[in-house]
T-cell receptor
Framework: NAGVMQNPRHLVRRRGQEARLRCSPM?????VYWYRQLPEEGLKFMVY????????ESGMPKERFSAEFPKEGPSILRIQQVVRGDSAAYFC??????????????FGPGTRLTVL | DAKTTQPNSMESNEEEPVHLPCNHS???????IHWYRQLPSQGPEYVIH???SNVNNRMASLAIAEDRKSSTLILHRATLRDAAVYYC?????????????FGTGTRLKVLA
């Protein structure tokens, strides 16, 4: 069973460009979480999605950031008009959510975004 | 969200047991205790989780205090590959989100 896949692994953008990060959850998982990690810090929750629905976006900046998890295809985290402060590692996690005891999240390898 | 407190760093000798402590004095009855570790330049890796009883798996053991206000992750024989940042996380079993709130974790250094 393949793990959570994220691409690209490294992404370089200039200020003002758009960054698009992709996450393919583990097979059978329909719940996706996005987290951001700034250098030398812990992970911060951004958004939680189920197929075609955003459940909790309390950790996501109101402007320039958006996320989706369509019925078919990977989950996408989109950052418009990137700024240097967006430089970070972005991690996706997936979960089967069959119950609170079996709700372990499995993380992907991350996308490291560098904004020049 | 419930919070956890961990030492910033710990050291261990290779092949010796390691006890990583975590305090969570504000834990509620429905909070699960999860442990993850993050190796350099990788995503967090699940280690173990529990609610009330001690838990064992192939990677580690989790000892939970009777009042649940603290827990200890036990690595029985540390190897160089266990050098990582270890995160203790409380996850609300009743919330609809189940999101993780990461702290700063404990950076474990394993000495050869």
């Amino acid at each position: 069973n393949a793990g959570v896949m994220q691409n690209p692994r490294h992404l370089v953008r200039r200020r003002g460009q758009e960054a698009r990060l992709r996450c393919s959850p583990m097979k059978g998982h329909s719940h996706v979480y996005w987290y951001r990690q700034l250098p030398e810090e812990g992970l911060k929750f951004m958004v939680y999605l189920q197929k075609e629905n955003i459940i909790d976006e309390s950790g996501m900046p109101k402007e320039r950031f958006s996320a989706e998890f369509p019925k078919e295809g990977p989950s996408i985290l989109r950052i418009q008009q990137v700024v240097r402060g967006d430089s970070a590692a972005y991690f996706c996690a997936s979960s089967p959510r069959t119950g609170p005891h079996t709700d372990t999240q499995y993380f992907g390898p991350g996308t490291r975004l560098t904004v020049l | 969200d419930a919070k956890t407190t961990q030492p910033n760093s710990m050291e261990s000798n290779e092949e010796e047991p390691v006890h990583l402590p975590c305090n969570h004095s504000t834990i509620s009855g429905t909070d699960y205790i999860h442990w993850y570790r993050q190796l350099p330049s990788q995503g967090p890796e699940y280690v173990i989780h529990g609610l009330t009883s001690n838990v064992n798996n192939r990677m580690a053991s989790l000892a939970i205090a009777e009042d649940r206000k603290s827990s200890t992750l036990i690595l029985h024989r540390a190897t160089l590959r266990d050098a990582a940042v270890y995160y203790c996380i409380l996850r609300d079993g009743n919330s609809g989100t189940y999101k993780y709130i990461f702290g700063t974790g404990t950076r474990l250094k394993v000495l050869a």
